[in-house]
C-alpha cells in the first residue's frame, strides 16, 4: 500500500511567485491535513479537508490556500510568495478525522525555498 | 486553547542510558496527546498515543509514556537509549473528532556511543 505522496519533493520560487503543492493520500483515506514546518516557528497546522470540505483552518494568511478534490487528493496554494513562506510542508492523510480513533500517515514533505 | 510544551531542545545521552524527553500539556478539554518522531528529510511516524484510556502507552521502538493529569505531563521515555534511536522527537495534542495537531516545538535527541 503505497504512503502519503507528495510532489514536488523540492521547490525553489522567487518572492513575488505562486506554488501549488500537491498530496496524494493512502488509498481509502479522506480526511487530509497540512502543517508548516519551519525552524524558528515548528511544526504548524494550516488546514483541515474531509470529503471536499476545509474543516479546520490554522492562523495563516489568506495567501496561503487550500482544496480536496472528489478523489480526496489535496492542494495547497500560497500566492504572493514571501521569504518567510520558506519551510517544509507536510501532508498527513487519516481515514476519517478524529485521530484519537484513527491513525495520522505524513508524507515526507515538500521542502520550498523562496528566494 | 491547546498548546504543549517540551523542555529541552536538545537531549544528548550515552548509548544504553535512560531517555526522558519531557512533555507538559494544557487543554481546556479532554486531551489526546501524541509522540511523533521524524528523521532527516522524512516526514512524522507516530511512535504512541493517549486517548484516555491506559495513562501508561507503551509504544513502537520500546518507547513508553505516562500520562499524568495532576501534573499535566506526558513524558517519553525508553529504558536503554540506541543509536538509531537519534532523532528529533515532536509531543502534539488534540481533541475528539479533528485531525488537528498542535506541535510543541521538538526536542533533538543525540545517542553518544
Known amino acids: 500500500k503505497a504512503g502519503v505522496t507528495q510532489t514536488p519533493r523540492y521547490l525553489i520560487k522567487t518572492r513575488g511567485q505562486q506554488v501549488t503543492l500537491s498530496c496524494s493520500p493512502i488509498s481509502g483515506h479522506r480526511s487530509v491535513s497540512w502543517y508548516q514546518q519551519t525552524p524558528g516557528q515548528g511544526l504548524q497546522f494550516l488546514f483541515e479537508y474531509f470529503s471536499e470540505t476545509q474543516r479546520n483552518k490554522g492562523n495563516f494568511p489568506g495567501r496561503f490556500s487550500g482544496r480536496q478534490f472528489s478523489n480526496s487528493r489535496s492542494e495547497m496554494n500560497v500566492s504572493t510568495l514571501e521569504l518567510g513562506d520558506s519551510a517544509l510542508y507536510l501532508c498527513?492523510?487519516?481515514?476519517?478525522?478524529?485521530?484519537?480513533?484513527?491513525?495520522?500517515?505524513f508524507g515526507s514533505g515538500t521542502q520550498l525555498s523562496v528566494l | 486553547a491547546q498548546s504543549v510544551t517540551q523542555l529541552g531542545s536538545h537531549v544528548s545521552v550515552s548509548e544504553g542510558a535512560l531517555v526522558l524527553l519531557r512533555c507538559n500539556y494544557s487543554s481546556s478539554v479532554p486531551p489526546y496527546l501524541f509522540w511523533y518522531v521524524q528523521y532527516p528529510n522524512q516526514g512524522l511516524q507516530l511512535l504512541l498515543k493517549?486517548?484516555?484510556?491506559?495513562?501508561l502507552v507503551k509504544g513502537i521502538n520500546g518507547f513508553e509514556a505516562e500520562f499524568k493529569k495532576s501534573e499535566t505531563s506526558f513524558h517519553l521515555t525508553k529504558p536503554s537509549a540506541h543509536m538509531s534511536d537519534a532523532a528529533e522527537y515532536f509531543c502534539a495534542v488534540t481533541f475528539r473528532g479533528t485531525d488537528k495537531l498542535i506541535f510543541g516545538t521538538g526536542t533533538r535527541l543525540q545517542v553518544f556511543p
Open positions: 498527513a492523510s487519516s481515514r476519517e478525522p478524529g485521530i484519537e480513533n484513527e491513525k495520522l500517515f
Open positions: 493517549y486517548t484516555s484510556a491506559a495513562t
